[in-house]
């Protein structure tokens, strides 16, 4: 219970109290709030807590213990099926503890009365706040990707699959065809178009341990982004990229009392622009992220009492969201030697993002559905990073070794709290409400890359004094992160790269 008071605010806090005053006030008859500190977990206290006060509030409405069936003075319909709900958890603890009303109980032990308090709760809602960042942090890596290149004199449309960092530069690729060398300041050349742009594709993939506020699951999606550029001038460049991705939770209910999944689409736009001199580059981009989550949550417990049915529902829900994002970054290009390159540098990137008040719908009525107020995720993180690169020649071609390290740190490391109110009654309030504080965000962590990739034919010049075109690139990428708790995230990839 003390991790509960420092995590709560105090207004829900204050919920506490009222439920102790009133199970104070009915001497001799026991609840849930009675059971407070024998549940397993956080998530378990929290759900006992809102149910009981639910039952409270029907009851002063006017539902009555000893009810069989809905009446239309206060406890008819909807408000009657969510009513039944909540008087089968306090009937069970009754019967546990010894004291109450027991009629229609469960008829469970108390480790069962919690995997019970543990379906009717909203933890996997904060699944939705992950995947909007995630999202976002996948087109920031595309763009970073692009102007990787651009500051390395990419010229030309590129085709990349099951791409990853596009650090294999357009002048690597020059120095076995046309065009400028990448230390000329990538100027402008009549060889080359001033107009550039690329396709990317990837898959990914990952997995969440289980914690006592949030459930394990795994995901995996696929990403398409692409964009276009403009080559100002020596020194500066504008474009935009735009992002397209297809993502699935799957709750792991072998791990964790869940089950269920969420289905993720979004898109993107990120205007971006580029500075860049000799050694020193700046680059900038101001965003906005459109998605819509698709959520399936099952409610499943077992009732030994035949005065009881056994649950097992289905919510399901569609949620709008919105992300402004904002990131730059700035860099110094140090030329240790001929083949080697070191390149230390610092982003700052910034996610606002929205959820939309949603409504959940439980598909056999059984009243287990939800309303969900907006909610509002901020996320901010320094970056701290060096890449090397190596560049090897020979007859065939140009191998180009790298390893990028990086030190991220949260600025936005509090947890929220998601918010969410049956939707079956009316007269139900804040006080009623489940509220559900998220795992605490790590504050820093480690990204590592390490890289492969290969120029096996250099963009050349077309008959006539066309554009250069048909390089044909490949690479091989392998990235991990380090410190991030009950996150395992692994990405391999394999591909080629085609310029024309």
Not at 319 to 338: C, N, P, Q
Request: proline share 3%.
């Amino acid at each position: 219970m003390n991790n509960i008071m420092r995590i709560l605010p105090d207004r829900f806090l204050g919920c506490l109290g009222v439920v102790s005053l009133l199970g104070a006030a009915s001497p001799g008859f026991a609840d849930l709030a009675d059971l407070a500190g024998d549940f397993q977990t956080e998530l378990e206290e929290l759900a006992a807590v809102t149910n009981q006060q639910v039952y409270e509030n029907l009851l002063a409405q006017g539902c009555e213990d000893t009810q069989r069936e809905a009446d239309s003075e206060g406890c008819g319909g909807q408000t009657f099926v969510l009513f039944t709900n909540v008087r089968e958890l306090v009937h069970t603890a009754n019967e546990i503890l010894g004291s109450g009303p027991t009629q229609f109980s469960l008829g469970v032990n108390l480790e069962e009365l919690g995997f019970a308090l543990r379906w009717t709760a909203a933890e996997e809602f904060a699944a939705q706040g992950s995947l909007s960042s995630g999202f976002v942090n996948g087109q920031l890596s595309g763009l970073a990707g692009r102007i990787t290149a651009l500051r390395r004199g990419a010229r030309g449309f590129v085709v990349n699959f099951n791409g990853a960092e596009d650090v294999l530069v357009a002048g690597s690729a020059q120095r076995l065809g046309a065009g400028a060398s990448a230390d000329d300041g990538a100027g402008l050349n009549d060889r080359w178009s001033q107009w550039g742009g690329f396709l990317n594709g990837s898959f990914l993939y990952g997995e969440k341990a289980p914690t006592e506020l949030e459930n394990a699951f795994d995901f995996d999606g696929q990403d398409i982004n692409g964009g276009i550029d403009y080559r100002i001038s020596a020194h500066w460049v504008a474009g935009a990229v735009f992002g397209y991705q297809e993502q699935e939770v799957d709750f792991d209910s072998r791990r964790s009392i869940v089950d269920g999944g969420i289905t993720m689409e979004g898109f993107s736009i990120m205007p971006f622009v580029l500075y860049q001199s000799d050694r020193w580059y700046f680059s900038g981009s101001a965003g906005y992220q459109s998605l819509e989550f698709d959520t399936e949550r099952s409610i499943r417990y077992p009732s030994l009492n035949p005065d009881s049915e056994s649950v097992d529902t289905l919510a399901v829900s569609t949620a709008d969201a919105e992300v402004f994002s904002m990131y730059a970054t700035a860099g110094y290009s140090w030329r240790l030697h001929e083949q080697l390159r070191l390149e230390p540098y610092l982003s700052l990137e910034y996610q606002d993002i929205t959820v939309d008040k949603y409504r959940e719908r439980d598909i056999f009525n059984d009243g287990f559905d939800f309303i969900v107020p907006e909610q509002n995720i901020d996320s901010f993180e320094t970056v701290l990073g060096a890449k090397a690169q190596f560049l090897f020649s020979n007859t065939w071609g140009v191998l180009n070794p790298y390893l990028d390290l990086q030190w991220r740190h949260q600025m936005e490391d509090d947890a929220r709290n998601i918010r969410a109110l049956y939707a079956s009654a009316d007269g139900l309030g804040d006080a009623e409400s489940f509220v559900i504080p998220t795992d605490v965000p790590d504050s820093e962590y480690y990204m590592y890359t390490l890289g492969l990739a290969a120029v096996l034919r250099g963009a050349a010049e077309g008959g006539g004094g066309g554009p250069a075109a048909g390089g044909i690139q490949a690479f091989l990428n392998w990235r991990f992160i380090d410190g991030l708790d009950n996150y395992e995230q692994d990405v391999i990839a394999l591909g080629v790269r085609y310029e024309f």
